[in-house]
């Protein structure tokens, strides 16, 4: 039973942090009304889509330790509600920086999802069928992208950005309504609550290996941002899509990329790495945005063609990084560790928001994007000293060598890095 009821959280999960991305990737999809709603340049843009990411990442490390204590339940089910609260009342503030507040607020409540999502699935599923599980759970972000790139900016264009807001309010309570039914802590699980009082974040931050993986994917999130947050507005502003067209074009990238993370995950279970293919992938986004720059002269569908696939390869590896963080964390901090990963990951976003516009405004999109092949690059680079094993865990209630020492994570054990030294104490 329990078995099969893994892919039931799985389902549930994945569907709780793909409305959660609905909202924070959203309000791209919805850019052309924002500005026209607020009269926005390029770079106050940037500042109003960063809000939500700023929101996540000043909560992240919080909500990962209260589901180390609480559990994943009470946290998504508050996370997902509290959003809903927020962004229904966000149409009917008046200015501008009460708006800004509002939408960091929405972004703080809905960061409990990302950190209690992951660990559910980290929780159900043994080591050699993480990277595939926590794949799907991480194309739930793209898929929730999609969908809000093909239904908010038709919403949009019929009741400006406050019908969209609403729209998706409403998939936040439904979705906390399904978290409320059918998510549940593993048969197995063993209580880790003293373990997970005693997360301190200097005790993250002195794991080097953990910390590589986190300034990998901080790196890595600098490219992406140019898909995510900035595609319609450069296919309208670019290549002059209509603000439809160019969200359908977004639509069919996260679809696509949302396949790949699949494939993706698949690929590191079967070569025993996270790591591995993240390098790859990296270097591969470097070099789909030199493509990309030439491109960006041109007009029509040559524009919207080369950006589809170079999205796809920019959105693919997230979930990597995302296990590799998890599998690292010691006993009961699965939560908190999973929380500062994506600290890292959404505080560079949300620079990366505003650098991206700032970048676009002064020098134009070919020399941005050019730039951005650097930390595509360095993503790859930075995770080369760290070096995984992924094992097959043990059989609940069978001691291993050492009876007395417990695994090196609530979940099965998975991923241990070398060289030792580089790992901080485990506290």
Known sequence: MASRYRWVILVVGAGAQGSAAAFYLGLATIAPALRADYGL????????LAAPLLGLVLTLVRWGQATDRFGERPVMVLAL???????????????????????????AAVAGVNSASGRAVLSWFPARGRGLAMAVRQSAVP??????AATLPTLAARGGSRAAL?????LEVVTAVAVAVWIREPPDRVSTAGAAGRTRVVDMLRNGSFMRVCAAGSLFVLPQVVVTGFGVELLHDRAGYAPATAAALLAV???????????????????????????????????AFAVLVPVLTAEGAVVGAVLVATGVVAV????????????????????????????TMFGASTLASVLVGAGADVAGWPSTVLVLTVPAVAAALVTRPVVETIREPRPPGRPGPAAAAPPPSHVPPATTAAPEADRGPER
Request: proline share 5%; with cysteine.
């Open 316 to 343: 693919c590896w997230n979930g990597l990084v995302f296990v590799a963080a998890g599998e690292m964390a010691p006993t009961g901090r699965v939560g908190a560790y999973l929380g500062l990963q994506n600290t």
């Open 166 to 170: 609403w729209a998706v309010a409403g």
């Open 253 to 287: 990238t996260q679809v696509a990329g949302a396949g790949a993370r699949v494939l993706v995950g698949w690929w590191s279970d079967r070569v025993g790495s996270r790591l591995r293919p993240f390098r790859l992938i990296a270097y591969a986004t470097a070099a």
């Open 41 to 48: 340049s390029l770079t106050g843009l940037g500042l109003l």
């Open 81 to 107: 509600g509290g959003c809903a609260a927020v962004l229904a009342v966000v149409p009917v503030l008046g200015p501008l920086p009460v708006v800004f507040l509002a939408l960091v607020a929405a972004g």
């Open 143 to 148: 898929i929730g992208g999609a969908l809000a």
